[in-house]
């Protein structure tokens, strides 16, 4: 009874619990989230901004600033889902626009040349922000709207601002966090959220200045933020006397940063870039040298020459015929962008070996190096031969040749035949790393190749043969066949038996089990055997049995002459089998392998003429794979699994008969990583038959019915999984030899 009654006092507090533990997922479900952002131009300049929200967005509240030119709104409660931060406008006085969500809000903040007159006005699930309205409708649009007081003092209505004076601004505190992303975060805390912020990255720093903000004494200091791995090495924080000057020093060029505002705390956020935002960058912009900065006025060429010579450290000759004067102003250019801008206006070129550039006109460069190449083949052609035997250790000999000779189906210059040595001048006209001159005689035997050329062409020839003449890496491939069979069958069956007979002198009722026909009775029970009978029934009066029972019950009545027999049958078969089939074959990488396993099956089969010959057919278990090892040590791969097995033999006419195959095959080409296991398929089979055979009504009648009626369930179940496992063999195993 107590434990009833605490029941009932604890039934709410239960319910509570529960409301509190499924409010947090409520909760999160209600999210406010911007969806969308539209921008469009009205008539007069004017900008419009068409922000779109999963539900009713709240009021929003925020400020204005004059320098630089910006309006902020704060949505409260609601996080951003737009897939990018910064939009770039160039509608009217409207540069560009940013959206930073953090904090349970989210900030629009709208960049422009000048601070015009906007309205805004929220219309179901959105919100339009008009900038550039007429000085009419604003009135209007602030008049309707309900004025609220912001915690800033730099809060602004209608377009109207209102500022603290410039000297009242400081920096109460500077931070620097990690994110979860690995950016750098410099956090300043301001006094006031009404100060113009300068932001501007010259010579690899960014520098961020507070424009007449204060700085405390113990704020000027300079942070060495190295171990806290990200791309910002360290953070100066300065006051000039009238600005604070913090200068963020980043780790070398691959970063991004963002600058954001969020009430009194501005965060400059450094980000590292991806490898493929620095490919990306690197394809689009391809000059990497120092920044310098050059501004001359009708100035000689050669002497802008010496200047970028002097600042590279490197050695410059420029050639007698660069000759003419230029204009330039570069500011923070790379050096090697500004190098190749000057020999593009002035039609010059350049050529650099170690760190001597050489410049001289495009045009005599070009007849330079095509007289150096008459006079190397001049050389070559008079250069002396000489023979040399290249043994070669793991390819073939004569495929390694002929990857390199080129195509020779016109002659036997500079190549050879099918026999084991050949010989002679190659055509002039054909490819082939051989000069003119050359020629090449291979030793199938020994695996040689006799090479005759010059010097320098047997050189490049041994490192070819350096480079491609190696083991051939080699791959263990595993394939698991995995047959999984269940059988079930369950047959119920019932035979009745009716003899009349002259020769029964008493009344017996038996019963056995056995069996028992028209005829006689034979069993274990307490039937009598009865001695030539007079059958007036030759077959059983009711024969519902089942073909091979697994046992059998009788019931028999003798009485006045007369054999009545009742005999159930019953049967149930379960059958389990798995068959786990593991070809495996070693090869190596591009090379096809086979392995196969099993028997050939004569059968006859009729011919044309009407006699019979044997014919062959295969059960085998195969495996066929072309493996190919990545540069990542990942397995490509070509796949024919076979698992044929010998089925029933199919007779298709008097002296024909043919063995049915049961057939499992898989074809396929995966990518599979070194050592792991996969499934590259399966199949699974599933079948159930019910049968009933009956009397007709007398098989119907409740419980009596199954003495009329025969039953069968059979439930068969058929899988086949295929797995397969690729692993690479080790080195150090072919690279001993070496």
Known sequence: MINKQLARVLAPFRVLLLGMALMPGVLQAQVNQ?????????????????????????????????????????????????????????IGSARSAVV????????????????????????????????????????????????????????????????????????????????????????????????????????????LTFLGAELPESLRQRLDVTDFATPVNSITVDFDGRN?????????????????????????????LSAVAVREKQKEFQFSGEKLSLNFQD??????????????????????????????????????????LILKAKGLDKRQEGNVIMVAPAAEIAERERQELETRKQLEELAPLRTEYIHVRYADARELFTLFQGDRQGGGGGGFNQGNFAGGRQDADQRSILSTRGSAIVDERTNTIILTDTEERIAQFRQLIEAIDIPIRQVMIEARIVNANSDFLREFGVRWNYTESHNIDD??????????????????????????????????????????????????????????????????DVGKAEVVSQPKVVTGDKQR???????????????????????????????????????????????????????????????????????????????????????????????????????????????????????????DKRELLMFITPRIMEDDIFYDAK
């Open 593 to 715: 392998a086979t392995i196969e396993s099993g028997t050939e099956i004569p059968y006859l089969e009729a011919t044309s003429s009407g006699a019979a010959s044997v014919t062959f057919r295969e059960a085998v278990l195969g495996l066929d794979v072309t493996p190919q090892i990545t540069p990542d040590n990942n397995i490509i791969m070509e796949l024919q699994v076979n698992q044929n097995s010998v089925g029933e033999i199919f007779s298709l006419g008097e002296n024909v008969q043919v063995p049915l195959i049961n057939v499992n095959s898989l074809q396929t080409k995966v990518l599979v990583r070194n050592g792991e296991t996969i499934v590259l398929g399966g199949i699974f089979e599933s079948s159930v038959v019910e049968g009933e055979t009956k009397i007709p009504l007398l098989g119907d009648m409740p419980f009596i019915g199954h003495l009329f009626k025969t039953t069968s369930r059979q439930d």
């Open 244 to 272: 604070t000057v913090i200068a963020v020093d980043p780790a070398g060029t691959d970063y991004d940063y963002l600058a954001y505002q969020a009430d009194n705390e501005y965060v400059l956020s450094v980000k590292p």
């Open 507 to 572: 009344d017996k009722i038996g019963i056995g089990s056995g069996a028992q026909d028209s005829s006689s009775v034979i069993g274990n029970g307490s039937v009598p055997s009865v001695s030539s009978p007079i059958s007036i029934h030759d077959s059983p009066l009711v024969d519902l049995g089942i073909a091979n029972p697994a046992g059998s019950v009788a019931y028999a009545i003798l009485k006045d002459n007369l054999y009545i027999g009742l005999e159930l049958q019953a049967l149930e």
């Open 34 to 90: 911007l969806n969308d952002i539209q921008f469009s131009e009205l008539p007069g300049g004017r900008a419009q901004l068409r922000l779109t929200f999963s539900d009713v967005p709240p009021e929003p509240t925020g400020y204005t600033i004059e320098q630089p030119a910006r309006i902020v709104m704060d949505f409260a409660g609601v996080e951003s889902a737009l897939p990018q931060k910064k939009y770039s406008l160039g």
């Open 100 to 207: 930073v969500s953090g904090e349970d809000r989210t900030r629009l903040i709208v960049n422009l040349d000048e601070l015009p007159v906007y309205t805004s006005e929220r219309k179901g699930n959105q919100v339009v922000l008009e900038i550039g309205a007429d000085s009419a409708t604003a009135a209007a649009t602030v008049a309707a709207a309900p004025v609220r007081q912001a915690h800033e003092e730099g809060m602004s209505l209608g377009g109207q601002k209102q500022f603290r004076a410039a000297g009242k601004v400081s920096i109460s505190n500077v931070d620097f966090r990690r994110g979860e992303g690995g950016e750098g975060k410099v956090i300043v805390s301001l006094t006031d959220p009404a100060v113009n912020i300068d932001v501007e990255r010259t010579k690899g720093k960014i520098y």
């Open 299 to 340: 100035i000689e060429v050669r002497s802008v020459l010496q200047l970028i010579a002097d600042f590279t450290d490197l050695n410059l000759v420029a050639s007698d015929t660069v000759q003419g004067r230029i204009t330039l102003r570069l500011d923070g250019v790379p050096w090697d962008q500004a190098l190749e």
